[in-house]
């Protein structure tokens, strides 16, 4: 899944900058920030913030795709955790009202 990467490296390679000169600018490892494209980390949230900066992007958007990521990862281990994604989905429509 991990869709938040994939964009992050499109976004990278779009802009013409290394993967070791965007790390640098993170303050993290090349390699951390590798597997974070890859999918097999995930990014924490002040790395976010930070890419968001550094490559220009639009702020919710981008903090959406992470989010969503973030809850894949949660509800992907069972039935328990879809079932729990799917009550806080209707109280969240039930705030709406």
């Not at 992050?8 to 920030?33: F, Q």
């Not at 490559?55 to 973030?70: F, G, I, P, V, Y």
């Not at 989905?89 to 709406?96: A, G, N």
Request: overall charge negative; proline content about 0%; hydrophobic content about 40%.
């Amino acid at each position: 899944m991990h869709k938040f990467g994939s964009h992050i490296r499109s976004k990278r390679e779009e802009s013409g900058m290394l993967l070791r000169h965007l790390a640098a600018k993170l303050d993290i490892d090349t390699a951390m920030l590798s597997k974070i494209e890859r999918g097999e980390r995930t990014a924490k949230r002040d790395h976010v913030d930070g890419l968001i900066d550094i490559l220009n992007l639009d702020k919710k958007d981008k903090m959406s795709l992470w989010l969503a990521d973030q809850i894949f990862e949660l509800i992907s281990n069972g039935e328990e955790a879809i079932q729990a994604l799917n009550l806080k989905m209707k109280e969240l429509s039930e705030s709406d009202k």
